[in-house]
C-alpha cells in the first residue's frame, strides 16, 4: 500500500518470498501464500543447495530443527532484502519492520537502478 501511494516505486518493484522449506512448500501452496499478500507478488524456492547458493551471500540463515516424524519447524531469518537489478545485496531490513521504512528504501532503490540503464 505504501508503494502504491509512490508511483514512481511500485510499478518497479517485483516481490519474491523465497521459501526455505522446500520439502512442504509446494508451488501452489507459495503461490497462495504470496498472493495473500499482494497479487503481485511471486513465490518460489529449491533444493537446499540451491538456497544455499542464494542464502549463503545474503547472510540468510536457515535451519531444520529436530524431526519427529513430518512434524519439524524451521528456523530461519525474518529479514527483507533488496536486490538491485544486477543482482547485488542493495539493503537488508532487519525486523521489526516498518511499512514507511520499506517503501522508502525501495523508492531509493528504484531511483538509484535508474543509473543502471
Same mark, same amino acid.
Given at each position: 500500500?505504501?508503494? %502504491? @501511494?509512490?508511483? &514512481?516505486? !511500485?510499478?518497479?518493484?517485483?516481490?519474491? $518470498?523465497?521459501?526455505?522449506?522446500?520439502?512442504?512448500?509446494?508451488? %501452489? @501452496?507459495?503461490? &497462495?501464500? !504470496?498472493?495473500?499478500?499482494?497479487?503481485? $507478488?511471486i513465490a518460489t524456492t529449491g533444493t537446499l543447495e540451491q538456497l544455499d547458493?542464494?542464502?549463503?551471500?545474503?547472510?540468510v540463515r536457515h535451519r531444520r530443527l529436530t524431526e519427529q516424524g513430518a512434524?519439524?519447524?524451521?528456523?530461519?531469518?525474518?529479514d527483507v532484502w533488496l536486490i538491485d537489478p544486477r543482482g547485488r545485496l542493495?539493503?537488508?531490513?532487519?525486523?521489526?519492520?516498518?511499512?514507511?521504512?520499506?517503501?522508502?528504501?525501495?523508492?531509493?532503490?528504484?531511483?538509484?537502478?535508474?543509473?543502471?540503464?
Open positions: 500500500q505504501h508503494l %502504491a @501511494q509512490r508511483p &514512481e516505486g !511500485a510499478a518497479t518493484v517485483q516481490v519474491v $518470498f523465497v521459501s526455505v522449506d522446500p520439502a512442504r512448500d509446494t508451488p %501452489a @501452496q507459495l503461490k &497462495e501464500y !504470496a498472493r495473500y499478500f499482494n497479487a503481485n $507478488f547458493v542464494l542464502t549463503g551471500p545474503l547472510g512434524e519439524y519447524r524451521v528456523e530461519h531469518s525474518a542493495y539493503a537488508r531490513l532487519p525486523a521489526p519492520h516498518y511499512n514507511e521504512e520499506i517503501a522508502k528504501q525501495f523508492v531509493a532503490l528504484v531511483q538509484r537502478a535508474e543509473d543502471y540503464r
